[in-house]
């Protein structure tokens, strides 16, 4: 039995589905069916008490084109994305995050894809570690966590405490 459970739980009695090519020659076709809920909410395994995601931007302090592109970037987004909740410019290391940063929290999916695709194209020399809020802090951080940019060590020890039992 594998260690994850089967992501087609309930599709048991489902059609197949088709196996033909779109006309753009690669792509397949999928019949219309219902939307699905993610694009509206979180998966049960998220936290209800948090925020969705939290969205860490980290950059080089002793770097000065850096420190102000940071800076320019943190007032941007508050004035692009003023319902998200940001945090401070940290210009130093903070919890397990290795470098200066700043924190940005989304409370939906559509603010998370938002933030997400908008962050993509304008974090500049930033680098940014998104992770959930499963409640399992050490998992988010690590195993759930995606990049923009790229990935920093983090320091897990203090991540550790917070492991529910």
Not at 23 to 36: E, T
């Amino acid at each position: 039995m594998s260690q994850w459970p089967s992501l087609l739980a309930g599709y048991e009695g489902a059609e197949p589905l088709p196996t033909t090519i779109n006309p753009d020659g690669k792509s397949l076709y999928n019949p219309p069916g219902p939307r699905s809920a993610a694009y509206d909410e979180f998966p049960k395994q998220f936290s209800p008490s948090k925020n969705g995601f939290d969205f860490h931007i980290y950059y080089m302090p002793a770097v000065a084109a850096h420190a102000q592109y940071a800076k320019e970037l943190h007032e941007r987004v508050r004035r692009e994305f003023p319902e998200l909740r940001i945090y401070r410019l940290w210009d130093k290391p903070i919890g397990p995050h290795p470098t200066a940063m700043f924190e940005v929290n989304t409370f939906s999916p559509h603010q998370t894809g938002a933030l997400f695709s908008w962050l993509v194209v304008n974090r500049g020399p930033c680098d940014v570690l998104i992770h959930p809020n499963t409640g399992d802090a050490l998992r988010d951080h690590t195993e759930l966590a995606t990049w923009i940019g790229r990935t920093w060590p983090l320091y897990e020890e203090g991540l550790l405490s917070t492991r529910p039992s």
